[in-house]
């Protein structure tokens, strides 16, 4: 059964950057017949989309983030990635992986990860 | 962008009644990009209906998604205890995706 951990940097000072990993197990980050997304929840509010990677590698970003944010994988680790660059309060929130796909939108989700931006 | 606009914003009801949750965008969206979410206090979202009306695995039966361009609608047909959370809609057939604000159903 497919899992997502997130992990990385809880604490984040501003307008530095943001850090993120989300671990796959029990599938590949490789197959061709998902992609890969990323989601954040402020605290007390609703969900943001915030970018996609494709199984191809291509990205897709938010626009309202798309100046400051990076998403990768790392086949050889199993694993996809997010750094957003110049943070500020704003981004503080619970940030959350999911596997994604046309057919069936975000299946699978990881338990998510709160990031605190504070000096 | 979608906005995509949820109603109520809170609904209170009873274990064992109907709950029906809208969600309205802003402009067509197509039935095979729109998907409902449920989110328990302190948990991720899970997925519980794609493609405006087909289940997810493991989803029970008393769920149920209708609509078509600019109306959905999700249905729970009898709450149960762990049914009380926040629902979202959301679309991903148009850049950016967008949830809508979420519906949270709670205990009357």
């Known amino acids: 059964q497919l899992q997502l951990q997130e992990s990385g940097s809880g604490l984040v000072k501003p307008s530095q950057t943001l850090s993120l990993t989300c671990a796959v197990s029990g599938g590949s980050v490789s197959s061709d017949d998902y992609s890969w997304s990323w989601i954040r929840q402020p605290p007390g509010k609703g969900l943001e989309w915030i970018g996609y990677i494709y199984h191809s590698g291509s990205t897709y970003y938010n626009p309202s983030l798309k100046s400051r944010v990076t998403i990768s994988v790392d086949r050889s680790k199993n694993q996809l990635s997010l750094k957003l660059n110049s943070v500020t309060a704003a981004d503080t929130a619970v940030y959350y992986c999911?596997?994604?796909?046309?057919?069936?939108?975000?299946?699978?989700w990881g338990q998510g990860t709160t990031v605190t931006v504070s000096s | 962008e979608i906005v995509l606009t949820q109603s109520p914003g809170t609904l209170s009801l009873s274990p064992g009644e109907r709950a029906t949750l809208s969600c309205r965008a802003s402009q067509s969206v197509s039935r095979s990009y729109l998907a409902w979410y449920q989110q328990r206090p302190g948990q991720a979202p899970r997925l519980l209906i794609y493609g405006a009306s087909s289940r997810f695995t493991g989803i029970p039966d008393r769920f149920s998604g209708s609509g078509s361009g600019t109306d959905f609608t999700l249905t729970i047909s009898r709450l149960e205890p762990e049914d009380f959370a926040v629902y979202y809609c959301?679309?991903?057939?148009?850049?950016?995706?967008?949830f809508g604000q979420g519906t949270k159903v709670e205990i009357k």
């Open positions: 959301q679309q991903f057939g148009s850049s950016p995706w967008t």
């Open positions: 999911a596997r994604w796909s046309y057919d069936n939108g975000m299946d699978v």
